[in-house]
């Protein structure tokens, strides 16, 4: 092969372009988006179901630990709820002609879910606390009564929910790494 025909097949060969590189980033960043969506749908209908069913222990049970424990559990759900509205909610996808505010949106949303998984365990806090308030309720007037077999079953996924954040948000961090180094890469 002569240089002008290794020219031709060199030219030839399929590259990817920006504007398979910016579908993917599109592509991904709608992926990722309905995925918060879903998330948070699930997270609502979980929080508000919470709500109702420890409004109504705090409004039957006998124990005033146990009503205390469950009113809590009933703010903590509202306290997840309203930082899904307001900080795990994810906004629209920007215009298809813009390329570069992909990269910017996608790094943003990712940066707001890392942050919001990584404070998992705040929002949660109330939640675990009113729960064991209710625990405490439930072994009077005897503290010794005190249930460790049901705690250990409210103790467990708390524990699990909060290591799931922390590796998700490991995850996101990552993602966001790379989309840096692209949106370096793109600016040079």
Known sequence: MNDEELKKLWQSQAVMTDQTSI????????????????GNRAGTIAALLGALIFAFYAWSLPEM??????????????????????????????????ALPYVTYFSE?????????????????PTFVGMGLLFWGMAQPDPTDFPWSM?????????????????????LQKKIDELDQLEKSTTK
């Open 109 to 125: 949303e990712l940066a707001r879910q890392r942050d919001f998984l990584r404070n998992t365990w705040k929002l949660l806090m």
């Open 23 to 38: 579908e993917r980033l599109r592509s991904d960043a709608e992926s990722f988006r309905g995925k918060i969506i879903r």
């Open 65 to 98: 630990w146990m009503r205390i424990g469950s009113g809590l559990v009933v703010f903590g759900s509202f306290f997840v709820l309203y930082h899904i509205k307001y900080s795990a909610s994810i906004r629209e996808l920007p215009p298809d002609h813009l």
């Open 151 to 171: 705690t250990s079953l409210v103790i467990v996924p708390f524990i699990v929910v909060f290591a799931m954040g922390f590796f998700e948000a490991h995850k």
